[in-house]
């Protein structure tokens, strides 16, 4: 079902003392899996779930308590609690997909950006990013503006070159793997920053044209390198043609 976007996402939130807007992250997540029990989110916010908290979130008219104990969202509970994961997804991506930071390190540093971030440049950084669906760990991002504004032929800034299309040419913007014999096999290849490289081949091998050089590569090397899109109407058609390849 296609996400309801609410009728104030335009209008941004006053800010709440940090506790609070993790305890509406947490609250989302959990109901996200089907349960709000008290105890479901005290295992995964990252502060104390004190009863002070609680009554704030209450008293400021964001949740309700059920008789069982549960919590649920207001509707300008929710619509505050979205605008917190919108945030906070979308800077795990920008720490992952753009500065290229492992796995590990992702969450450290995005709960930390999420409350740091203005509106104005999430919308930025939603569209730089070209408004991803997915988190890195494949959980949805609420739509923002952008993404309603969005045509759908935008397309990613910064993708890997196993997502680029069939003769599209774009530029080496940087290679994320912590494999050192992968990243010596690719500088060696010649994919450095800066470098101009087009994919003429999908199947049984990705042939990717570095410079000069065609060269033949595993999918799992091509996922390694990140590449700077050059606008659509800048990528030349796509031919039946053949072509030979390097056989390094």
Known sequence: MKEAIPTDWQEPHRPLERGLEEVLEALWTEDEKGSTRREDLARVVDVALTEELIEKLKAGGQVVENNDGSLQFTEVGRSRARA???????????????????????????????????????????????????????????????????????????????????????????????????????SSFGFTPGVKIKLQQRSPAFVLQCEETQLAIEEALAEDIYVLREPRLEREPVGPKSHQVDPR
Do not use: W
């Not at 991506?93 to 999420?114: H, K, S, T, W, Y």
């Not at 032929?153 to 069939?166: F, K, P």
């Not at 040419?169 to 690719?186: D, M, Q």
């Open 84 to 186: 917190i994961i919108r945030r906070h997804r979308l800077a795990e991506r920008l720490v992952n997909d753009i500065l290229g930071m492992p796995m590990p390190e992702v969450e450290v540093n995005a709960c930390e950006f999420e409350h740091l971030v203005a509106p104005g440049i999430t919308e930025s950084i939603c569209t730089l990013l070209g408004h991803p669906r997915q988190c890195p760990h494949g959980r949805p991002i609420p739509q923002g503006r952008c993404c309603l504004e969005a045509q759908r032929s935008i397309e990613a800034v910064v993708v890997s070159a196993n997502q680029m299309h069939l003769g599209e040419t774009a530029r080496v913007a940087y290679v994320n793997t912590k494999n050192y014999s992968r990243l010596h096999k690719l």
